[in-house]
């Protein structure tokens, strides 16, 4: 089994910051790739950021270029969203995301999602 937990959403004022974390636990044997989406309000759910394992290369969605930026610590199954200038349209659920092999599936891999942290900007 599998859990990804994510942690720090909440409310900011807008031009403010929250630094949002996700940890992977379970039968782990490696995680690839990992990243963040986020789902407002009567819109899909749409790619933030994402980064990959060993050398990590990362990318982003437009819109949170130079605000936002993803990290991970390896050691610790954890990925890291720091979002910074956080504007109104930046409210969502942010979901984490990661491509995990298990006890069970390695080498194949499956993807799994975390529940999903509330961040509201208001004006």
């Known amino acids: 089994q599998v859990q990804l937990v994510e942690s720090g959403g909440g409310l900011v004022q807008a031009g403010g910051s929250l630094t949002l974390s996700c940890v992977a636990s379970?039968?782990?044997?490696?995680?690839?790739?990992m990243g963040w989406y986020r789902q407002a309000p009567g819109k899909q759910r749409e790619l933030v950021a994402t980064i990959s394992s060993g050398d990590p290369s990362t990318g982003y969605a437009d819109s949170v270029k130079g605000r936002f930026t993803i990290s991970r610590d390896i050691a610790k199954n954890t990925v890291y969203l720091q979002m910074n200038s956080l504007k109104t349209e930046d409210t969502a659920v942010y979901h984490c995301?990661?491509?995990?092999?298990?006890?069970?599936?390695?080498?194949?891999?499956?993807?799994?999602w975390g529940q999903g942290t509330q961040v509201t900007v208001s004006s």
């Open positions: 379970g039968s782990i044997v490696s995680i690839n790739a």
């Open positions: 995301n990661a491509v995990i092999g298990t006890r069970r599936t390695w080498p194949s891999t499956n993807d799994y």
